[in-house]
């Protein structure tokens, strides 16, 4: 039996297919203006056997086509349970919202926190600070620079921050400290938010900015511990549905 998970993120719709709690196909959309068209053309690509949405617009599945949903804190926690078994805590930035999440021996969520109020810390954030930058944001990563680390960004709030991106480069900071100190930004947001839950180990980073080096090597720096990425850390949620969805056929 395959069973798939779809996740309406707000930059990306992924699309995951299993096979014996095993991924066997992998799709990725740009959400677009038009979400739900999006995700009906990928579900043309393939038609599972039982199918869970997840993600902000899951809703949009569940109310036009009839699917079932899950939160994208179950999906995820599942996904990164899966494929680390020993998962105990669960760091997930994407687009539009930050989540940290806890969980037990058994891989039950005990307690999560949230930043879904503002762009801040996001992948949104990333984006536009990469822009008022001039780099690309896949690039952003690897283009900061420790030689002056005492560069800080005080505000978390996106226009702020912006601002004072364009006044550091007037003062003729270079951009790849700047970019340092955005990223240590992001972390420092991140370990406010983990401050509230009990952090244990293995670490689980997801989200498409895990494949941010400079916020993981962040990440560990503060943590003091490793922090393991899946090699897709964007389709984890999509996973976590799915698996949930073989769970459910099989009930």
């Given at each position: 039996m395959k069973t798939g998970g779809i996740d309406i993120g707000s930059r990306y719709i992924k699309y995951v297919i299993v096979e014996d709690n095993y991924p066997v196909a992998f799709y990725r959309e740009e959400t677009s203006v038009k979400p739900l068209e999006v995700c009906k053309n990928l579900l043309k690509l393939y038609k599972p056997d039982k199918l869970l949405a997840t993600g902000y617009g899951r809703h949009l599945l569940e109310i036009h086509e009839g699917i079932d949903t899950i939160t994208e804190i179950k999906?995820?926690?599942?996904?990164?349970?899966e494929m680390y078994p020993y998962c105990r805590t669960v760091i997930d930035i994407g687009g539009q919202d930050t989540k940290v999440i806890s969980l037990n021996e058994k891989g039950a969520v005990t307690g999560f926190e949230m930043n879904d109020k503002c762009a801040a810390g996001t992948g949104k954030f990333l984006e536009i600070m990469a822009k008022s930058l001039g780099f690309n944001v896949e690039d952003f990563g690897f283009r900061c620079r420790t030689q002056n680390s005492?560069?800080?960004?005080?505000?978390m709030?996106?226009?702020?921050?912006?601002?004072?991106?364009?006044?550091?480069?007037?003062?003729?900071?270079?951009?790849?400290?700047?970019a340092f100190a955005i990223h240590k930004s992001i972390i420092n947001r991140v370990i406010s938010l983990m401050k509230r839950i009990e952090i244990k180990d293995d670490v689980i980073f997801a989200g498409g900015c895990a494949l941010n080096p400079c916020l993981k090597n962040l990440l560990e720096e503060r943590l003091q511990r490793p922090v393991y990425i899946y090699e897709k850390p964007d389709m984890l949620?999509?996973?976590?549905?799915?698996?949930?969805?073989?769970q459910r056929s099989s009930i």
């Open positions: 999906a995820v926690a599942r996904g990164a349970r005492s560069i800080t960004i005080n505000s709030c996106t226009v702020f921050a912006e601002s004072e991106v364009i006044s550091l480069v007037a003062k003729g900071v270079e951009k790849e400290d700047i949620t999509a996973f976590g549905a799915a698996i949930y969805a073989n």
